[in-house]
């Protein structure tokens, strides 16, 4: 099993103990509404509370917005300040500093994040839902140092903002907006030559894993890079090649291995089999650098109308996960947190998740991972069309595909969802190529994975064709896709979608068809917010609704999954299985049973 580091933010690349520092934890912090921090030099000295009327502490990664930080102001605050004192002890090696480098990573931030080292500019970066680092080698020194932090944020419909609100109030399916910093933040000391990325992907066919490796090094003349596979501490296969550029790619042949009475291990929601997998970058046998990684083989593939997972059908009992907590909104309270809704929506019967309008911290696509979690990976939208939303969305989506490439829990790319910053897709020759061009891009980058555009209706060159659907009875249901789905497909019915199918100008080519959206039954006993359709007032109420469309989808054979909405409420919305405390509102072995009960015509090929 795989070297695994509790709380290690980035569980998939990992370099052992002592090479990480997290930095979550108290910091000081300050409201800076007249923007006056900059000419001020709060980068060089922090202003104390005397000083500045908003200066206080708060509790990272939670934002300022939330019970969590201490702070709680939900109300607009467009620049933040972070500033806390860090003690670096230096590597050393035979009594002389080892000459490593120095990381500060941000596993999330938004949205312009400018970060300073010792009153030293350090680099800064655009974007909530990507990651990002900076080398501060340069600016750090043994001793105390200052790392201080600016977030700039807006209600700027251009840049990518998922569920987070536009507004002074909650509205519609909108939530509190998140401000500054929301997902861990750390260090990491990197050797000088070093193994900077790793893409992984498995050919099932051929039973090999291709790697890709960027190596950064002063010099690349003597240096080797060697991958290690085993399976269950079991060796599998040794690789061993030149690196003496930048970019080295080689293969694993799992198949011919020497443990091949082992037999190809696939990954799948039944059975989630990894291996484990450790690099190493050589100088005359001397290993510079060593990081230890994992991965699983698994294909997943369309032909014709249907969804292949290892060559399989796959009927994906999918459920919308947004990812709110109550105290802490978008950021999860902690690892233990993630666990249990994964533990929790298994429990309810479904083999996977709809991560709608947010990129989760990447420790729930690790146990997503280890517990066979099929996962939709989708990216935050904007609310406009305009040059800078293009750019924003575009810049940001290529960086998060490359991020999460190596899960395979993942296995769908959901870039648009239901014409958000698209709105006049279905007839505008612009928006239509905009699309067009995220899914190819997506698609060279990752070949492998399906992409829907966009999700919900209004496709244009789709994978998947995905409806939303939230009619309250089965039979209706049943009634509208059972005999009526083909003119759905082809944009001759709309019947109780918002929107056709498909685009202006684009056909139904036979591809396979989820009902990616339904359900979001209201159900709780205050009598406060809000659901799809009629609120139900019982736990009977709930179950019968919840069967009789659920059931009603998986009879129709032309339909290939399901996603419920959704695991929780979230804030205003009372439409989850389980409450805001994660407490399920019925029982999750009721839920179960209908989900997993075989019903004729379910997905017949």
């Known amino acids: 099993m795989r070297c695994y580091e509790a709380g290690h933010p980035r569980p998939q690349f990992t370099r052992g103990m002592g090479s990480w520092e997290n930095l979550d934890g108290l910091w000081d912090f300050a409201f800076d509404d007249e923007d006056k921090g900059v000419p001020e030099g709060w980068f060089r000295s922090f202003p104390t509370a005397q000083v500045a009327k908003a200066a206080r502490k708060i509790l990272v990664p939670f934002t300022y917005e939330t019970p969590k930080s201490g702070v709680g102001d939900s109300g607009r605050h467009d620049a933040v300040w972070y500033h806390r004192n860090v003690t670096l002890d230096f590597p050393k090696q035979n009594g002389k500093q080892s000459g490593k480098r120095l990381f500060l990573r941000f596993e999330g931030s938004d949205y312009h994040t400018d970060i300073w080292v010792n009153g030293s500019f350090a680099g800064s970066h655009d974007g909530g839902y990507a990651r990002f680092s900076f080398d501060i080698t340069h600016l750090a020194r043994p001793g105390d140092n200052e790392i201080t932090v600016r977030v700039e944020d807006s209600f700027d419909l251009a840049q990518p903002r998922g569920k987070q609100r536009w507004r002074e109030e909650n509205f519609g399916c909108w939530y509190v907006q998140t401000t500054g910093i929301w997902k861990t933040v750390w260090l990491e000391w990197v050797p000088e030559e070093h193994i900077a990325a790793v893409k992984m992907t498995p050919v099932l066919a051929w039973g090999r894993l291709d790697i890709e490796c960027e190596v950064c090094a002063g010099r690349y003349d003597g240096l080797e890079l060697e991958a290690l596979v085993t399976y269950e501490g079991r060796f599998i296969t040794k690789i061993t090649v030149s690196a003496e550029k930048k970019r080295v790619s080689l293969e694993a042949d799992l198949v011919s291995a020497a443990a091949s009475e082992w037999g190809l291990q696939t990954w799948s929601p039944d059975h989630p089999r990894l291996y484990d997998i450790a690099f190493r970058l050589l100088r005359d046998g001397t290993a510079l650098d060593e990081a230890a990684s994992y991965f699983g083989m698994r294909e997943i593939r369309i032909s014709g109308s249907h969804i292949l997972l290892n060559g399989e059908p796959l009927y994906q009992r999918l459920i919308l996960d947004q990812g709110y907590w109550k105290d802490s909104h978008l950021t999860p309270p902690d690892e233990a947190a993630l666990i249990a809704d994964i533990d929790n929506v298994m429990a309810a019967g479904y083999n996977g998740v709809r991560k709608h309008q947010k990129t989760e911290d990447e420790r729930f696509l690790y146990w997503a991972d280890v517990k066979g979690l099929l996962v939709w990976s989708e990216m935050a939208a904007t609310y406009q069309f305009n040059d800078a939303a293009v750019t924003n969305f575009t810049r940001e989506w290529m960086e998060i595909v490359p991020q999460f490439y ?161 695991v929780t409420d979230v804030q205003q919305e009372i439409n989850g299985i389980m409450d805001m405390d994660r407490n399920f509102k019925v029982d999750p072995g009721a839920l179960k049973e209908i989900n997993e009960r075989n019903v004729s015509n379910l997905y017949a090929i």
């Open 406 to 566: 190596n899960h395979p829990s993942i296995i769908v790319w959901t870039p648009f969802n239901e014409s958000w910053g698209i709105p006049r897709v279905a007839t505008d020759a612009t928006q239509q190529r905009f699309t067009e061009a995220i899914y190819y891009l997506t698609k060279s980058y990752d070949p492998y994975r399906p992409v829907i555009v966009n999700d919900g209706w209004e496709h244009t060159v789709s994978d998947i064709i995905t409806l939303h659907d939230y009619e309250e009875k089965g039979e209706n249901f049943w009634e509208r896709y059972g005999e009526h789905l083909e003119n759905i497909l082809k944009n001759r019915l709309c019947h109780n979608l918002a929107k056709p199918a498909l685009a202006d100008g684009y056909e139904y080519r036979g591809k396979p068809v989820i009902i990616s959206e339904f359900g979001g039954i209201a159900f709780n006993n205050t009598g406060a917010g809000w659901g799809y359709g009629n609120k139900v007032s019982t736990k009977e109420d709930f179950l019968q609704r919840f069967d009789a469309i659920t059931t009603a989808i998986k009879r129709v054979a032309r339909i290939c999954g399901y996603c419920y909405t959704q």
